[in-house]
Nanobody, 116 residues
Framework: QVQLVESGGGLVQPGGSLRLSCAAS????????LSWYRQAPGKEREWVAV????????RYADSVKGRFICTRDNAKNTLYLQMNSLKFEDTALYYC?????????WGQGTQVTVSQ
């Protein structure tokens, strides 16, 4: 009954910003690290960011480092991805991900399109 529901995607111009959210339920949210992934057409799924359970550690892919910020609010069971200085190559379907008890869980994704 794990549920991960992404939202906040949309169409944005290059250089713009967007904030994605992932609403989670069905598990002990505060006990697990959470990740963001993305997948563009014709490309493999790419890891974007990870955040530890208490937000003490965050890691980012080189492609987004310095532009994206991953945060979480354990009281709201919500994961966020603040995306700044967006580029054409950031266009993708963005997913939040959870690894729990040896299984991987994904949301349905939210589309981010960077275009003039």
């Amino acid at each position: 009954q794990v549920q991960l529901v992404e939202s906040g995607g949309g169409l944005v111009q290059p250089g713009g910003s967007l904030r994605l959210s992932c609403a989670a339920s069905g598990f002990a949210f505060s006990n697990h690290p959470l990740s963001w992934y993305r997948q563009a057409p014709g490309k493999e799924r790419e890891w974007v960011a990870v955040i530890s359970s208490a937000s003490s550690v965050t890691r980012y892919a080189d492609s987004v480092k310095g532009r994206f910020i991953c945060t979480r609010d354990n009281a709201k069971n919500t994961l966020y991805l603040q995306m700044n200085s967006l580029k054409f190559e950031d266009t993708a379907l963005y997913y939040c991900g959870l690894e729990k008890d040896g299984r991987d869980y994904w949301g349905q994704g939210t589309q981010v399109t960077v275009s003039q």
